[in-house]
């Protein structure tokens, strides 16, 4: 959370977590998180920076309620949130295995609900680390609109130097993707 993003979300200061996007089907859906929420506090425990979020929801067991204290049109909300179970049976299927959409490039995304592709992880050491961060949304990649991860992967998939334009926060820059 930067000064300018927590003027435009009419913040009194940097702080929280910001949602970026919301998985189907997931805890923040059923709870009614939307993107452009902040999450100020998680169970009594204000969230000073994004990174403390997933430390914070960890001291919670899977299974338990957990009020949520967010930012949302220029005022706070609390929501309850059900926390995932883990699933232990031997008889549940296992998650197939997801290789990342732009794996050359050490780049999993997804689509942008506003359109583009979210990033979603980089992986360390990739060409792609230091240049793109997850909640980064690639909206042009060589000069071509990006409207989906397809897209994405797409031109990931072509011959490098690969020219991203992407969407962090506030800000808009570009980033040059080398031979992976």
């Not at 009614?32 to 430390?55: Q, S």
């Amino acid at each position: 959370m930067t000064w300018p993003l927590a003027r435009t979300l009419n913040l009194d200061r940097p702080r929280g977590a910001l949602v970026v996007d919301v998985a189907r089907s997931s805890p923040a859906e059923r709870a009614g998180l939307k993107p452009l929420d902040v999450i100020l506090a998680v169970g009594g425990t204000a969230i000073a920076r994004t990174e403390d979020l997933p430390r914070v929801v960890a001291r919670h067991l899977p299974g338990s309620t957990v009020r949520l204290v967010l930012w949302r049109e220029r005022r706070e909300h609390g929501v309850d949130v059900v926390l995932d179970r883990l699933s232990t049976e031997a008889t549940s299927e296992p998650e197939p295995a997801r290789e990342p959409l732009t794996g050359r490039y050490g780049v999993e995304s997804s689509d942008a609900p506003s359109g583009g592709a979210l990033v979603r992880r980089v992986e360390p050491r990739s060409s792609a680390a230091g240049e793109l961060e997850p909640g980064d949304i690639v909206v042009e990649a060589n000069h071509a609109p990006v409207r989906s991860a397809r897209d994405l992967e797409r031109v990931l998939a072509g011959p490098p130097p690969i020219l991203l334009k992407v969407r962090r926060a506030d800000a808009t820059r570009f980033v040059a993707l080398e031979s992976p």
